[in-house]
C-alpha cells in the first residue's frame, strides 16, 4: 500500500491485541501500538498485572518489529469509569464497568490519542466486526460465538465505528492461538484475562470493602421471615446464590415436605428498608421478568430503530432472547420478552439485536421485582 496507512493497536499484553497487529501488519499498514495503564492504585499488589502486561506488550511489539508507546489514562478512567462504578454500587445496582471503559476509554481517551499520533484508524483485539453500508458503519457479532464481545461495544457511535478495526472478529479464538504460536509469539498460550481491570483475580467483595461502608440488615423469605443478615447490599448481586451464609437454613415454621433444601438465590433488594430478600429454587417466579425498561439509551445508527421484533441480551454469554422492542424517544426503551428472564439486574446492559447486527442498548432500570 502506497502512504501506508498509519493505525495505533491498544496492545494489552494479551494474545488477540497481538495477533491483531501482525494482522494488520501482513495487509500492509503502518502499525504502532500503545499499551493503556487505566489503573495504577495497586502497582505493587499480587492482583494488579499491569506492569507484567506492559512487559508481555512490549515483547509482542519487538517480535514484530513495531513501535509501543505507553500511555497513562488512570486520570481519566478513575473520573469517568470508577466514579460511576461506585455510585452504582452504592444505589444498589450491578453496574458493567466494561463497557463503560470502552464507551469512555478505549474507544474516547486512546482514539482521541491515536489521532494526536496522526492515525487513520484505530485497532483493538475485540471480537466484533464494523461493516459499512449506505455511508453508514453497523457494529456486528464476532464470527465466534463463544467469544463474540459486542454486547461490551454496544455504546459505540458512528464517529468510533468509522475509525475502528478489530481485526480477529472475523476469526475464531483457536486460529488466533494457531497464529500466534506460528509466529512465535511470547504471549501465544497466555491465558484470557477475565475479570475487571481494576480488580484483578482478587475476591470481589474485599476489593469494594476498601471503598464502600458496609450497612449489614436482614435476609428475609418471601413470607417475610429473617434467615440471618447481610453485610450491606451493594455486595450482592440478583441471582446469586454463593456467599449469602444461609446455606442449610431451614426457615421457621416450615411445613413437613416444603423444599428445604433447594438452593436460596438473591430476588431483590430494598435499598429503604435494607432488605436482601432470597428465596429458594432457581425458577422462583421472584427470579422470572417477562418485561423490563432501560435508560441511558446508546443506538449505534444515532437514532432509535423502529419498533417490533428483536433479539436482546440482558448479559454477557447469554443467548439473545426474543422479544418486543418499544423505543420511548431517544433515552428509553422497553422490551417485552416471548420467555420470562432470568435474574435480570438494574445496573447491567440489555443489549439489543437484529441477528448479527448489534443496535445498541441501554442501562436496565427495572427488574423481576417490579416488571
Request: aromatic share 10%; glycine share 10%; proline share 5%.
Amino acid at each position: 500500500m502506497a502512504n501506508k496507512q498509519r493505525v495505533v493497536v491498544g496492545l494489552s499484553g494479551g494474545v488477540d491485541s497481538a495477533v491483531s497487529a501482525y494482522l494488520l501488519k501482513q495487509q500492509g499498514y503502518e502499525v504502532i501500538g500503545i499499551f493503556m495503564k487505566n489503573w495504577e492504585d495497586d502497582d505493587n499488589s499480587e492482583y494488579c498485572s499491569s506492569n507484567i502486561d506492559f512487559v508481555d506488550a512490549a515483547s509482542v511489539a519487538d517480535v514484530l518489529g513495531i513501535e509501543i508507546e505507553h500511555v497513562n489514562f488512570a486520570a481519566e478512567y478513575k473520573d469517568r469509569v470508577f466514579a460511576e462504578f461506585l455510585r452504582e454500587y452504592q444505589a444498589g445496582r450491578t453496574p458493567n464497568p466494561d463497557i463503560l471503559c470502552n464507551a469512555e476509554i478505549k474507544f474516547k481517551a486512546f482514539l482521541d490519542h491515536a489521532m494526536r499520533l496522526g492515525a487513520e484508524k484505530i485497532a483493538t483485539g475485540h471480537y466484533a466486526r464494523v461493516r459499512e453500508r449506505n455511508g453508514s458503519f453497523e457494529l456486528l457479532k464476532g464470527l465466534d460465538p463463544l467469544k463474540d464481545q459486542s454486547y461490551f461495544l454496544h455504546r459505540l457511535n458512528q464517529a468510533q465505528l468509522s475509525k475502528t478495526l478489530f481485526p480477529v472478529g472475523e476469526l475464531p479464538k483457536t486460529e488466533v492461538r494457531r497464529i500466534a504460536a506460528e509466529i512465535q509469539l511470547p504471549n501465544a498460550k497466555k491465558k484470557d484475562s477475565t475479570g475487571i481491570c481494576f480488580i484483578g483475580e482478587r475476591p470481589f467483595r474485599d476489593f469494594l470493602n476498601r471503598y464502600i461502608a458496609k450497612e449489614p440488615g436482614p435476609i428475609k423469605d418471601e413470607k417475610g421471615r429473617v434467615l440471618g443478615q447481610h453485610v450491606g447490599l451493594s455486595f450482592y448481586t440478583l441471582g446469586q446464590r454463593q456467599g449469602l451464609g444461609i446455606g442449610g437454613v431451614k426457615a421457621k415454621g416450615a411445613q413437613k415436605g416444603d423444599n428445604d433444601h433447594a438452593p436460596w438465590f438473591v430476588a431483590r433488594k430494598d435499598m429503604a428498608s435494607n432488605t436482601l430478600w432470597v428465596v429458594q429454587g432457581h425458577d422462583h417466579p421472584w427470579l422470572l421478568t417477562p418485561q423490563l425498561s432501560a435508560q441511558d439509551v446508546s443506538w449505534v445508527a444515532g437514532h432509535p430503530p423502529a419498533a417490533g421484533e428483536v433479539g436482546a441480551k440482558t448479559r454477557y454469554r447469554q443467548a439473545d432472547a426474543p422479544c418486543r422492542l418499544q423505543p420511548q424517544g431517544d433515552s428509553h426503551f422497553e422490551l417485552r420478552f416471548k420467555e420470562p428472564q432470568w435474574a435480570v439486574t438494574p445496573g447491567q446492559s440489555a443489549v439489543i439485536y437484529d441477528g448479527e447486527i448489534c443496535l445498541g442498548g441501554g442501562v436496565i432500570t427495572t427488574d423481576a421485582a417490579s416488571a
